[in-house]
């Protein structure tokens, strides 16, 4: 098989993989048994990460705003983990939409969901790879980024400056438009820091 019809083939099962992630994102908002929510969320959330990957940040987007959505007021710590997650994809989705302001704000809602945030960037962590490869460099940035505002609680205040502090050391030289932009944050949140001390 020939590279043209192999790159046809993949573009018609993206296709078709898209338009059952609709069905499912469509069931998602619709769904009234909470058994099936997290699996479905779960499942959303991978193939939202595999969309990115494969060049389709706006179809990423639309699933993690369906999680981000439904469950933005749920106190429950394993749902907010879930909407972390979601909200943390979605600032990766916008800033390859080229929509900074946007992912910043996204990447802020996660900051504010404390240890369930923790948790869910522990888990970002493990997917991220420390290597340079640049679609790496920027989301190992943005985990840092989203992980020292999540640790701004009481008594976190140094290892939270010390997050942006590595941040900048890692990531100042860097030219991608989404390191640079959490790196700028970086330098605000500690400089925000130092007027507190």
Not at 55 to 79: C, K, M, N, Y
Not at 102 to 123: C, F, H, K
Request: charged letters at 25%; aromatic letters at 6%.
């Amino acid at each position: 098989m020939n590279k043209a019809a192999v790159s046809l083939l993949r573009e018609s099962q993206l296709d078709d993989c898209v338009e059952e992630l609709d069905r499912v994102r469509r069931i998602f908002q619709g769904e009234s048994h909470s058994r099936l929510l997290g699996p479905m969320a779960d499942l959303m959330l991978k193939a939202g990460r595999m969309l990115i990957t494969s060049g389709h940040p706006q179809e990423a987007l639309t699933l993690f705003d369906a999680i981000r959505e439904r469950w933005a007021d749920s106190p429950a710590p394993p749902v907010q983990k879930r909407v972390a997650h979601a909200n943390f994809w979605a600032a990766i989705a916008l800033g390859e939409l080229g929509r900074f302001e946007d992912a910043v704000r996204a990447n802020e809602a996660v900051m504010y969901l404390g240890e369930p945030a923790i948790a869910a960037l522990n888990e970002i962590g493990k997917l991220v790879s420390r290597s340079q490869a640049d679609a790496n460099r920027q989301l190992f940035a943005w985990t840092l980024l989203a992980r020292a505002g999540a640790e701004k609680g009481p008594g976190e205040h140094d290892r939270s400056s010390a997050t942006m502090a590595e941040i900048i050391d890692k990531f100042r030289d860097d030219v991608s438009p989404m390191v640079q932009l959490a790196v700028s944050e970086a330098r605000q949140g500690l400089e925000q820091h130092e007027d507190l001390e």
